[in-house]
């Protein structure tokens, strides 16, 4: 039940099946939202704001204030709507249609200044020119709101890119557009062009890792996990000396995530996809994603108990930053599935040295009662991620046993029938052969070197059967006498 100082919105939205988060954070909002610019900024207050019961008010505000330093009216009217449900007494209930008619008639004069400047340098056949004139057109339209638009802009500027490097600009720009967009099949084609083998773009290996990010982004949101992990860990450490509150400082990518991001990305995706070895391999004796881990030191304490096999205090740490990563709009659509393969994998690895544990040592083992361990473990029996059998009876996990003595004998036996078959249809291949009873064309080999000649009077016989060791001399033997015995 809501509490009396929750909003309305948020009991609603609770009883529709839509995630509330009702805990306080462990960040401070002001800090947090100070390390991105951009449009990702007013995309997390946003969603802070439309799922926390306790930053709404503060988040909603912020967002407001976001979109009025920008030119897309589509934000502020969300902003706008937002505070609207979730605190109708606000000041900022009301829109300012002032500021919207004013930025509207802005919008207007810059799309017909930037589009009248274009026709000009169409008229003067610049490449060059031309492919100014659609940038600066794709950005007034990505800054707008217009994506779509924005995507055709930049897309136009591929036939007049003249350097590999224009070529390179134009793929981030269409990377940055899709992310906005969620469109994430886009995200992964354009980072496969910049990656392309029978190119080498210099400066796409100056901004390998934020390729590496956007990419794992792409595969995060796709639910490709394993994938995702590989690609946060192989991204470059230089985004961590970028400079997050300087916006000509070309390594930070703070305007879709920050290097903390690619921590709790790579960390949260490794540890629901790889087993220990993979973990301690790939992840801590990483000398490359060690820089991003000690932003996150507590993603590493948890990869190192998972390591360790203390799965409680790896589970413990994950379940207090729950809210804080819920709150992120990139991972709160993912965040149930990824802890649920976490703790899957966890109770796996705890049942392997075991033949049999009861649900009470498991429950306790894992901070949790039993009837919610015996859930989790007919879940993972039927999804055949654990092979043992349950004893409701007893109330145990068995293992299955493994007879490894039976299963040899079978699998010998097994390999006798397959070879005994396999001779079978050799020795009767030989014998066709031998009789002279298979239909080839001219030429064509049978078998051994064989072949027949139809030219000329009659059949004659080429190959070296007759001194063929295999073969022995050609004898009148008929292929029952060969398949005897």
């Known amino acids: 039940m809501a509490s009396a100082s929750e909003p309305a919105y948020f009991a609603k939205a609770r009883q529709a099946g839509r995630p509330v988060v009702r805990?306080?954070?462990?960040?401070?909002?002001?800090?947090?939202?100070?390390?991105?610019?951009?449009?990702?900024?007013?995309?997390?207050?946003?969603?802070?704001?439309?799922?926390?019961?306790?930053?709404?008010?503060?988040?909603?505000?912020?967002?407001?204030?976001?979109?009025?330093?920008?030119?897309?009216?589509?934000?502020?009217?969300?902003?706008?709507?937002?505070?609207?449900?979730?605190?109708?007494?606000?000041?900022?209930?009301?829109?300012?249609?002032?500021?919207?008619?004013?930025?509207?008639?802005?919008i207007k004069a810059e799309s017909d200044r930037l589009e009248t400047e274009l026709k000009g340098y169409k008229n003067n056949l610049i490449k060059e020119s031309i492919r100014m004139g659609y940038d600066d057109l794709g950005q007034h339209y990505h800054r707008t709101g217009e994506l779509v638009e924005s995507v055709k802009a930049f897309g136009r500027m591929r036939d007049f890119c003249t350097t590999p490097s224009h070529v390179v600009v134009m793929n981030l720009r269409?990377?940055?557009?899709?992310?906005?967009?969620?469109?994430?099949l886009a995200v992964q084609t354009n980072v496969q062009k910049l990656r392309s083998p029978g190119q080498q773009f210099a400066e796409a290996q100056r901004l390998a890792a934020k390729l590496s990010a956007a990419m794992g982004l792409a595969?995060?949101?796709?639910?490709s996990y394993r994938e995702a992990a590989q690609e946060f860990i192989d991204t470059d450490p230089r985004m961590t000396h970028a400079r997050l509150d300087d916006p000509t400082d070309e390594e930070a990518f703070n305007e879709v995530m920050t290097p903390n991001d690619v921590a709790v990305y790579g960390g949260l995706c490794a540890l629901a996809s790889m087993d220990r070895t993979d973990l301690q391999k790939k992840i801590l004796e990483n000398n490359k994603f060690?820089?991003?881990?000690?932003l996150e030191p507590h993603i590493r304490r948890a990869i190192t108990f998972f390591v360790s096999s203390k799965f409680s205090l790896c589970l413990s740490i994950l379940d207090s930053y729950r809210s804080d990563y819920m709150l992120?709009?990139?991972?709160?659509?993912?965040?149930?599935?990824?802890?649920?393969?976490?703790?899957?994998?966890?109770?796996?690895?705890?049942?392997?040295?075991?033949?049999?544990?009861?649900f009470a040592a498991l429950g306790a083992a894992f901070d949790t009662d039993e009837q919610t361990i015996e859930q989790e473990l007919t879940d993972m029996v039927k999804r055949g991620s654990l092979d043992a059998r349950i004893d409701l009876v007893d109330r145990v996990l068995v293992a299955r046993t493994l007879e490894?003595?039976?299963?040899?004998?079978?699998?010998?036996?097994?390999?006798?029938?397959?070879?005994?078959?396999?001779?079978?249809?050799?020795?009767?291949?030989?014998?066709?052969?031998?009789?002279v009873l298979e239909?080839?064309?001219?030429?064509?080999?049978?078998?051994?070197?064989?072949?027949?000649?139809?030219?000329?009077?009659?059949?004659?016989?080429?190959?070296?059967?007759?001194?063929?060791?295999?073969?022995?001399?050609r004898s009148g033997r008929s292929l029952r006498s060969g398949l005897r015995g």
Request: one cysteine or more; proline letters at 2%.
């Open 290 to 294: 060690r820089s991003y881990l000690e």
């Open 174 to 184: 269409l990377i940055s557009v899709s992310i906005d967009q969620g469109n994430w």
């Open 328 to 358: 992120d709009i990139h991972l709160q659509q993912h965040l149930g599935e990824l802890y649920s393969q976490i703790r899957s994998k966890a109770i796996q690895q705890y049942f392997v040295p075991f033949s049999c544990a009861t």
């Open 219 to 223: 595969l995060l949101a796709s639910g």
């Open 404 to 435: 490894a003595r039976r299963n040899v004998h079978e699998h010998a036996l097994q390999m006798a029938k397959e070879y005994e078959r396999t001779a079978h249809l050799r020795i009767l291949r030989t014998e066709i052969i031998h009789a």
């Open 23 to 106: 805990d306080l954070p462990k960040f401070d909002l002001d800090a947090y939202i100070a390390n991105y610019k951009g449009k990702t900024r007013f995309a997390r207050l946003l969603h802070i704001g439309t799922i926390s019961t306790l930053l709404a008010p503060e988040a909603l505000r912020y967002a407001v204030a976001e979109a009025k330093q920008g030119r897309d009216i589509r934000r502020y009217d969300a902003a706008v709507s937002a505070i609207r449900e979730i605190m109708p007494g606000d000041r900022n209930v009301t829109a300012d249609v002032a500021w919207k008619e004013k930025v509207q008639k802005q």
């Open 439 to 473: 239909v080839a064309d001219k030429g064509k080999a049978l078998g051994s070197g064989i072949a027949l000649d139809h030219t000329g009077g009659g059949e004659q016989l080429y190959g070296n059967s007759s001194a063929d060791p295999f073969f022995g001399e």
